[in-house]
């Protein structure tokens, strides 16, 4: 019998029907439905990884080396899957002890069985105490100091590396020819600036967390601010150093390789942490919050913008542990509102940005796509196949409500009772309702 038909009539008990693909083997074989995605197992390593890493981890690891692929629009051929997952109700599925020791027989008899293979190398390898500053650094440097010209490859020219705020046309539709990316990332910069009241010339600006700078230059620069940005990226301080030295901003902008926990040059007027949270951990939560709260002068606006998940995997799930940002956690934005004010803060907005993040990853993964040739010769063919398995799932994760991302608003109460944001007496904020955009 063929490897594809072996690896059929194995499968069935678990999947409960035919195979959600069109499955093609390493003996050239074939099985499963022809109007389904075309997957292909280049080597029974691909079986051997699933083996000992069942579920997505194991398949990511096959995918990113090569030894699995998918023919066609990964994208759509990931949504069928999870379709059918959700339709035969598949994450219920135990396999019985009989159907485990086919699979077995099967992969023994495929010439899958074996020691555990290495890791890809572009998995992760970080070491040392779960959050301590030297194991931080290093999940960081995994992830932001791939290299600069890579991420510009990707980016705006902004170098915005969190969700966008469309406020205009949805992406793909006939609306929104002179509205793209770049707008929708210039939208939400000024949506930050003016959220925490920025506005007077001078006023103290932390950005904890300020990635390639473009909330840092454009709060200067727009906004007249005195910004303190910091990171813990080496490659990220470079990168801003040589842009604030561009636009001689040398004078209005610092940028410090610094952790949340080493400030101590507080206060400041306004306070913003864009998608950083999601490092500092569980533990060390209340810690980065309270870390918030005494950088911030009474009265100031202190803004955060974080991805939020439930479910067992805080992380984001085992390929993004792995392969992306080790340690990451996320959590329901109720919990993150309660560490907010246990911190002192008082929560004034909460502004759920879901739908963004789908257009906004869609518009980074079409730049990915058309430069792909550009992406393999610069990181190579493994790091693109991460990255390209990166942004399909996770805008799917967003499209499909598994992860979210909220803009928290709070301010500093001020000594005299009542909380301000710049001197406002209230926030006014000219935006497009986010129902209007679909």
């Known amino acids: 019998m063929t490897v594809a038909a072996e690896l059929e009539r194995a499968l069935r008990p678990l999947v409960r029907g035919e195979l959600p693909v069109h499955l093609t083997g390493w003996d050239g074989s074939v099985a499963g439905p022809v109007d389904a995605p075309r997957v292909v197992l280049r080597s029974p390593n691909a079986l051997r990884r699933i083996l000992w890493s069942p579920g997505e981890l194991g398949a990511a690891q096959a995918y990113v080396t090569g030894e699995l692929d998918v023919e066609g629009d990964l994208d759509?051929?990931?949504k069928h899957v999870w379709q059918v997952v959700h339709d035969r109700q598949l994450s219920a599925v135990r396999p019985r002890p009989a159907t485990i020791?086919?699979?077995?027989?099967?992969?023994?008899?495929?010439?899958?069985?074996?020691?555990?293979?290495?890791?890809?190398?572009t998995q992760s390898n970080v070491r040392g105490r779960l959050h301590s500053m030297l194991r931080d650094r290093a999940v960081i440097s995994h992830h932001y100091d791939l290299s600069n010209d890579f991420y510009a490859m990707i980016l705006d020219p902004q170098m915005a590396y969190s969700c966008a705020y469309f406020t205009r046309g949805v992406p793909g539709?006939?609306?929104?020819?002179?509205?793209?990316?770049?707008?929708?990332?210039?939208?939400?910069?000024?949506?930050?600036?003016?959220?925490v009241g920025l506005g007077r010339p001078g006023m103290r600006f932390l950005d904890v967390g300020c990635g390639w700078g473009s909330l840092s230059l454009h709060a200067a620069e727009h906004f007249g601010a005195q910004v303190v940005g910091i990171t813990i990226s080496a490659?990220?301080?470079?990168?801003?150093?040589?842009r604030i030295a561009?636009?001689?901003?040398?004078?209005?902008?610092?940028?410090?390789?610094?952790?949340?926990?080493?400030?101590?040059d507080g206060p400041f007027d306004a306070v913003a942490s864009l998608e950083m949270g999601e490092h500092v951990g569980e533990k060390n939560y209340a810690v980065y919050a309270q870390a918030l709260f005494d950088n911030a002068a009474p009265g100031a606006g202190v803004l955060i913008q974080q991805m939020s998940?439930?479910?067992?995997?805080?992380?984001?799930?085992?390929?993004?542990?792995?392969?992306?940002?080790?340690d990451m956690t996320m959590r329901p934005v109720g919990e993150t509102v309660n560490y907010l004010e246990r911190a002192g803060l008082e929560v004034r907005d909460v502004q759920a940005m879901r739908e963004h993040y789908v257009w906004t990853v869609e518009a980074w993964l079409q730049t990915f796509e058309s430069r792909w040739d550009d992406v393999v010769s610069m990181v190579g063919a493994e790091m693109a196949r991460v990255w390209r398995l990166y942004l399909v799932g996770g805008g799917l994760s967003f499209e499909q409500g598994r992860m979210g991302v909220d803009q928290i608003l709070s301010v500093k109460p001020s000594s005299v009772g009542a909380a301000s944001l710049g001197g406002r007496a209230s926030l006014r904020v000219s935006t497009v309702p986010t129902a209007a955009l679909r």
Not at 103 to 120: C, F, Q, S, T
Not at 176 to 191: E, N, T, W
Not at 246 to 252: K, Q, S, V
């Open 76 to 78: 759509a051929a990931l």
């Open 101 to 121: 020791a086919r699979l077995v027989r099967v992969a023994r008899k495929l010439g899958a069985i074996g020691r555990p293979l290495p890791a890809p190398a």
């Open 173 to 195: 539709t006939p609306d929104d020819a002179d509205y793209g990316i770049v707008d929708a990332q210039r939208d939400k910069l000024d949506l930050v600036c003016r959220k």
């Open 235 to 242: 490659e990220q301080k470079k990168f801003i150093d040589a």
């Open 246 to 264: 561009e636009r001689g901003l040398a004078d209005r902008v610092e940028i410090r390789l610094q952790d949340y926990r080493e400030i101590t």
């Open 309 to 326: 998940r439930s479910g067992k995997h805080p992380g984001g799930g085992p390929f993004i542990e792995s392969f992306i940002v080790p």
